[in-house]
């Protein structure tokens, strides 16, 4: 019984001496916490998007709203006759759509390249062709037909290149590129079928444009970013008659029925515009 005893007790010392050895023992160390990375933003990746703005004249030369008809020859029932158009037929809104690629060099800040092609409609104002008539009146049969070269576009697109730089989230670009355009041979208009005449050249200009959280209210269609962006274009389409432009159309068969002998040269346009693009690809 005694020999139980005294090993019970060394029992009972070794277990309170092991609990006081534990008690000193340092506690382990809780694990760190999970460190997740934000994204950082880049421009690379395919988009899409609308735009809207307005258009107006951008010509270096006097913009001639005044031109003398001949008087008789078929062309007045009179005397020579003064028609004068108004200037504001020469500007109006401007909306479409437009597609491109960015590239952005390095995340987050950085150089990047890109290409768009976009697509616009144009109104220059449904009284493009309105103007009023002095001294002698126009012959029978015949309408008049504003000569100026912004009178008769309806549409224009280009396919451009763009060089920027990113300032995170804000990027500031350059743009250029090819041109095109086109008219309407519209009777109400008083148009011709030769306004219809596909014409070339280029457009330059330059923006900036700001990405949106991802989780904008305007992502309808879950895209990587939307971004809004206001820029600004100067177009020049060649029309190929340069020293001529129709002033007198036919109204049976919308022909020209007389050419003023000194028009404008070349389409000269400006346009400024705000657009919404929904980027695709890359964070």
Do not use: C, H
């Not at 092991?18 to 460190?35: E, N, T």
């Not at 309105?130 to 008049?144: E, H, R």
């Not at 700001?210 to 029309?239: C, H, I, Q, W």
Request: proline content about 5%.
């Amino acid at each position: 019984m005694k020999s139980l005893l005294r090993a019970t007790t060394a029992l009972a010392g070794v277990a309170l001496a092991g609990s006081a050895f534990a008690a000193d023992l340092p506690r382990r160390a809780a694990p760190p916490p999970i460190f997740t990375p934000v994204p950082v933003f880049t421009w690379t990746g395919a988009y899409f998007g609308i735009n809207a703005g307005y258009a107006f004249d951008a010509s270096s030369r006097s913009n001639n709203s005044t031109f003398v008809i001949p008087g008789g020859v078929g062309l007045t029932s009179g005397p020579a006759a003064v028609a004068t158009f108004r200037n504001r037929s020469q500007d109006g809104f401007s909306g479409g759509a437009q597609v491109g690629y960015n590239y952005q060099f390095t995340p987050g800040s950085g150089v990047v390249v890109g290409i768009e092609a976009d697509a616009q409609y144009l109104d220059f104002g449904r009284d493009r062709n309105n103007a009023f008539v002095s001294g002698g009146a126009i012959a029978p049969g015949l309408i008049l037909n504003d000569p100026r070269g912004l009178a008769s576009l309806d549409y224009f697109g280009t396919v451009r290149g763009r060089l920027g730089y990113a300032f995170d989230r804000t990027l500031v670009y350059g743009t250029g590129g090819f041109a095109y355009g086109s008219g309407s041979a519209d009777r109400s208009f008083g148009g011709y079928a030769g306004n219809d005449s596909f014409r070339t050249g280029y457009a330059v200009g330059g923006g900036i444009e700001y990405a949106l959280p991802t989780d904008s209210f305007l992502n309808f269609f879950r895209s990587s970013a939307v971004t809004l962006k206001v820029e600004g274009l100067y177009v020049n389409l060649d029309r190929g008659t340069r020293n001529q432009g129709v002033l007198l159309v036919n109204a049976a068969n919308l022909a020209p029925a007389y050419v003023t002998p000194i028009g404008p040269r070349d389409d000269e346009f400006a346009v400024v515009r705000a657009g919404l693009n929904y980027k695709f690809g890359s964070y």
